[in-house]
Structures are given as C-alpha cells and as structure tokens.
C-alpha cells in the first residue's frame, strides 16, 4: 500500500513540471487574415525585469505601446491608446496564450478585434515589423499662390459612390457635367475621393487600383472636357476607408499627382491623427504636402481635411491650403447638415480669395431632403462663401435639383469676388437673417425659417431705403415696392440680392 502511494506520489512529481511549465509567452506573435481596422498583424512581448513589456503592430497606426502590461498564468492585459473617444483614452486588452497559440481581444475607436494569432518566424517578423518616415519638416509657411480666387466649384465622388468608384463612373460624371449644362454654370472638378488607390511598385510609387487603369489618361479625358480632375490621400499609412495612405511618401505622391495630371488634392487625415495628435504635428504635416505640391511646379488646388481640428482656419493657407474642411461628415439629412451649416461652419474665420472654410461637399440632388431643404443647404453654402463640390450621381439631377445647383444667382453669391463668408445678423423665433456683402455694393440677405411651419417674415427694414432693386433669387424675380413680408416655407429660405442703385444687370447675376 505505501509502495503503491509512493509510486503515485513520484509520478506526480515527474508529472508536474511538465504539466505546469508554461509555453513560454514571450517572442514575436503574428496574426494572418487580420481585419481592415485597426489591422493588428504583430504582437511582441519581451520580459522586463519582473514583469514584461510589449505592443501591438496595427496597418493604421504601426506600433501601440502596452501600457501596464500584466502577465498572470496564461493571460497578459494591458492598456493600448484609445482614438477620438475622450470618455476612454485607452482601452483594457487581452491576450491569452493557449498551447496553439494566442487570442487577442481588446477595443479601438469603434471596432472590438478579436484575433487568433501563432509564433511567427523570422521573415515574417521582418515583413510585418514598421517603417516610421522621416521627421517632418519643421513649419514652413507657403506664400498665395493665385489659386482659387473664388471658392472651389465641382463634384466629388464620396457621397454617392463612396468606395463604388471606378474610371468608368468618373469618366460619366465628366461627360454629365458638360452635357447637363453643370460645367457652365461654374462647376469645373472633377474630383475622386477614397479608394482609388492600390499598392505601392517596388520603387514605393502608389499605383491605382484594377478599377482606375490608367490615371494620365483619365486626367486627358476629363481635361479634354474643359474639366479638372481631382484625387484624394492622406497623410496617416492608411486613407479613412483603409487604403494606402501617403505617410513616408509624401513628396513622393505629390509627384506622381502632378505627372497623372492632377488638378487639386483632398489630404485628409484619418490613421495620420495617431502620429500627429498635437497642432504643431498637424500643421507639419500638411505643410509637407503642401510644400511638395508647390514642388512640382504644377498648380494643384489643396484641400485640408482634418474635421477643423486645431483652428484650422488660422494657418490653413500659409501651409498652402485653399480650402479646409470645418466640421466631421456631412450625411444627406437636414439636421446633420443644418448644424454644420448654422452652428459649427460659423465659427470659423478667415474666409477670403484663396483659402475657404469648407463645410463639406453638398448633398443636393441624393434625395434625403425636401427642395426647401435642400435651397436652404444651397444657399447655407453660398452666403457663407463655402466651396461648392457636388456630391450626387451627375446623370440623374432631377429638374427641382438642376434648378437649385444651377441657379446663376444663388452662385453667383457664392463665387462674388469680394470673397466675404457671410454671418447671422438676426435671430428670432426661428427666422435667421444673414448677410454677405458683395463687390460693387450689392448685398445678399438670405431669410431661413429653421422651424417646421411656414412662416411670413420681414423683409429687413432699411434695404428698400437703399434705393435699388430687390432680387428674389430663388424666384428669379424683382420684389415690387409693396412686398414687405415674404412667405419663408418650413426648412426653408428666401435669398435675396439688393443690387446698389446704378447697376444696371437686370438679372441681379453679377459674376
Ligand atoms: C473621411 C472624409 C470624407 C471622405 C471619407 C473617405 O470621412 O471626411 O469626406 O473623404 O473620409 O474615406
């Protein structure tokens, strides 16, 4: 009986280191078929002193430090740096190591990763391991380049198409611009968005994607037009809709945009807010491109797209900008756009020929809004001197949407060459009243009821007294003498142009 307890006993004993001895944790662990966002491909751990430390590879960010890394049994937490959401700066994740592998879980932003991973052998380290680019230049400052005297005119492929763009589709938008009668009302670019790009040549050159075959032949076609053709990067490794960014080949891409042909650049910031979460990293980065646009010696408008983060308004233009986006993404719904259009847009400053707010690109013709809707997103935009960058499928503007983007009056408001943004002037139970001056001593007054009945509303005293005609834009009509109190439906806007006395265009459509 004790032989037999003795003999259980040493067995245990031989056993148990075996059993016990944990795989060990650390070394280099990669993850294959990793989802698009953030993309962890990597995850070392190293010991350090009684503990150990590590971090995650991701595609959008490279490296994340492993704050606090725990290591109890089988399973490492640790905190990672969390993006745009204040309430969790970082996020609590996970690994656990099981004898085939690892399992990591954890949160960024608005995605929850979980992701099987194994040891990865040396070359695949390698592969996966992250390229920093070179220091960015410190802060220059561009001089006016001529460019965009008046605010941007166009199209742009995001709103309807987002990702569904291909050379076919942008070759049609050119074609509906001139057929339509667009291109010579004033809207001249033509402009890709996200998802356009492939991958790098072994020389770092980005290329296209399948669906964009030759980009300097697509430049010729919508040139041919009498058009410009624009595109879209960003200065992070990976564009907003993941696709290959321009980080480490800034000056780079500047390059091959110039020699496709490229007209103007939205840069928009996306992945690049993780290297560059501060105004003085910001600002640098947008000068490097726009210096390197300013390189290549070809007139490139240039687009900031940073939200309006860091008072962009301020230093826009002398990092080259032309126009900088204020606000997050327009949807085609009235709310999301009358709070850009009423509140955020606003607060900006420093509108004037060659730099514009822009309050993203317009949704007219989409469909998610009623026409007085939409004429109140119109002429939101162009009393504030707001670029003006369709956003719909070119070959299906509806008639009540032609005559809103079409309407010589309303853009002519817009592309004034006093390049006033126009401000809220008045107040009151829901009726705004805005004011933008014009060159020559016009002036525009639009009248916006934000409530949801129709309402009559004042014509400003003091405007008639000015002695010249009153133009209903959106009528297309002079007011007679006697029409004091104009009827502004719900959602909806009156626009007028008080043209000085003398003038004597009969249309009110000073360009
Ligand atoms: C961001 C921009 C949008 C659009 C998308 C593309 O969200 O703000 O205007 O360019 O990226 O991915």
């Known amino acids: 009986m004790i032989r037999r307890a003795w003999a259980a006993l040493c067995l245990l004993l031989f056993a148990l280191p075996a059993a016990a001895a944990p795989p060990a944790r650390t070394g280099s662990w990669v993850f294959d078929g ?32 492993m704050q606090n890394p725990r290591l109890r049994g089988d399973t490492l937490t640790f905190d990672a740096r969390n993006l745009n959401d204040n309430a969790h700066p970082t996020r609590r994740w996970t690994a656990r190591f099981t004898p085939r592998g690892v399992r990591l879980t954890g949160d960024m932003w608005y995605a929850h990763v979980v992701q099987d991973g194994r040891r990865g052998a040396p070359a695949e380290v390698a592969a996966r391991t992250f390229r920093p680019a070179p220091p960015l230049p410190a802060l220059g400052s561009l001089p006016d380049d001529g460019l965009a005297r008046t ?26 611009m001139v057929s339509s009668g667009l291109r010579d009302a004033g809207y001249v670019y033509v402009n890709i968005d996200d998802g356009w790009q492939g991958t790098r040549g072994p020389d770092g050159e980005l290329r296209p994607n399948a669906k964009f075959p030759d980009m300097k032949a697509l430049a010729d076609y919508v040139h041919a037009r009498g058009l410009k053709l624009g595109i879209y990067s960003s200065p992070g490794p990976k564009t907003c809709a993941g696709y290959e960014g321009s980080y480490g080949h800034v000056e780079q891409d500047a390059r091959t945009f110039a020699r496709w042909g490229v007209d103007f650049l939205k840069y928009d910031l996306c992945s690049g807010e993780w290297f560059y979460a501060d105004a003085d990293s910001v600002k640098r980065t947008y000068y490097q491109m726009g210096a390197a646009l300013r390189a290549t010696g070809r007139p490139i408008v240039y687009s900031l797209c940073q939200y309006g983060r860091f008072d962009v308004a301020d230093w826009g233009r002398s990092v080259g900008g032309h126009l900088w986006r204020t606000t997050g993404d327009i949807t085609d719904d009235y709310k999301t756009m009358s709070d850009i259009g009423f509140v955020r847009n606003p607060q900006f400053p420093h509108a004037g020929p060659g730099g514009w707010n822009d309050p993203d690109m317009l949704e007219v013709g989409n469909g998610g809004m009623s ?141």
Do not use: C
């Open 371 to 511: 026409a007085d809707e939409y004429r109140t997103h119109f002429t939101l935009w162009a009393i504030q001197a707001a670029p003006l960058l369709m956003g719909h499928d070119l070959r299906l503007t509806g008639a009540s949407d032609a005559a809103i983007l079409e309407n010589g009056g309303a853009i002519a408001i817009d592309q004034d060459s006093l390049g006033v943004q126009g401000r809220r002037e008045a107040s009151i139970d829901g009726i705004e009243t805005w004011r933008k001056p014009l060159a020559g001593g016009d002036v525009a007054i639009a009248i916006f009821n934000r409530t949801t009945a129709d309402r009559d509303a004042d014509v400003p005293p003091g405007l008639a007294a000015q002695g010249g005609r009153i133009i209903d834009v959106w009528r297309g009509r002079a007011l007679a003498a006697d029409e004091t109190r104009l009827r502004v439906p719900a959602h909806g806007t009156v626009l007028l142009r008080v043209v000085a006395p003398g003038t004597t265009d009969q249309e009110g459509t000073k360009r």
């Open 151 to 176: 605010p941007p005119m166009g199209w742009s492929s995001w709103n309807r198409f987002a990702e569904k763009i291909d050379d076919a589709t942008v070759r049609a938008m050119a074609d509906a």
């Open 34 to 65: 990793a989802p698009s966002y953030p993309g962890v491909t990597m995850m070392r751990v190293e010991r350090a002193g009684a503990g150990v430390r590590g971090e995650i590879t991701t595609r959008w960010y490279g490296p994340i430090a």
